[in-house]
């Protein structure tokens, strides 16, 4: 069975380019192939390139000009990847994506009906959902608790809460413990810390050619904290 993973998001911004390097430099060593279908920014495809080699890595557009989504698109984009050469893939969706998504499984093709048509092309589907603090918290758990009813617990859905939007680890802890009363699944990433560690970390995403072992000692102990935590939650 082949293995897809969908990254959706319900506006800009909340870190899910963040999320998506850090999986691919966990993946780095595997087979695991990258898909971008975030027309507006095509980050994956401008980042991720330089981290495990731009043949695994490309975009898909499923939008057309009036930003719908073709159903035909959804599908044979799920028709590829069962017959492609990888076992496992991340498809990183932009918002308007992300809503297309929801509507889908809203209005045309019931979640039952995706897993059973999926299972029969050999995919096993996973979804993430990022989630990011202050005036987006508010938006990014609508669309969560949307998709969870939508998807019907046909597929495993997991909240990914952004820790370092939230303007200070306290705030983000005491969301993260009131999201957790309400019964919701989640996982955290993104508190890189604070002081130069955050610089180094977020100048190695935006060089052309990132090297961890480039990093001061504080900084690499950071990473590697923040590689764990990744590891973790795709494991």
Not at 1 to 22: H, P, R, T
Request: with cysteine.
């Amino acid at each position: 069975m082949k293995q897809v993973n969908l990254v959706l998001q319900s506006k800009g911004g909340v870190g899910k380019s963040l999320f998506i390097w850090f999986v691919a430099q966990n993946q780095k060593e595997e087979k695991t192939n990258f898909i971008d279908l975030d027309e507006s920014t095509q980050t994956s495809v401008a980042r991720l390139g330089t981290v495990v080699g731009d043949q695994r890595v490309r975009s898909f557009k499923i939008l057309n000009e009036y930003k719908k989504l073709e159903r035909e698109k959804i599908v044979e984009l799920f028709e590829g990847l069962a017959g492609g050469k990888s076992d496992k893939y991340y498809i990183d969706f932009g918002a308007p994506e992300s809503a297309e998504f929801l509507h889908l499984l809203q209005h045309d093709v019931p979640a039952d009906i995706l897993q059973q048509e999926l299972a029969a092309l050999g995919i096993t589907l996973r979804v993430f959902v990022i989630v990011a603090g202050r005036d987006a918290l508010a938006s990014c758990v609508n669309y969560y608790n949307a998709l969870m009813t939508a998807l019907a617990g046909q597929f495993p859905l997991t909240m990914l809460v952004n820790m370092g939007t939230f303007g200070g680890i306290e705030t983000a802890e005491k969301a993260v413990g009131k999201l957790k009363e309400l019964g919701i699944e989640l996982k955290q990433f993104g508190d890189l810390g604070s002081g130069g560690a955050v610089k180094d970390i977020i100048d190695l995403i935006s060089q052309p050619q990132p090297d961890p072992a480039s990093l001061g000692l504080m900084s690499k102990i950071m990473y590697r904290k923040k590689q764990e935590e990744i590891k973790d939650i795709i494991s």
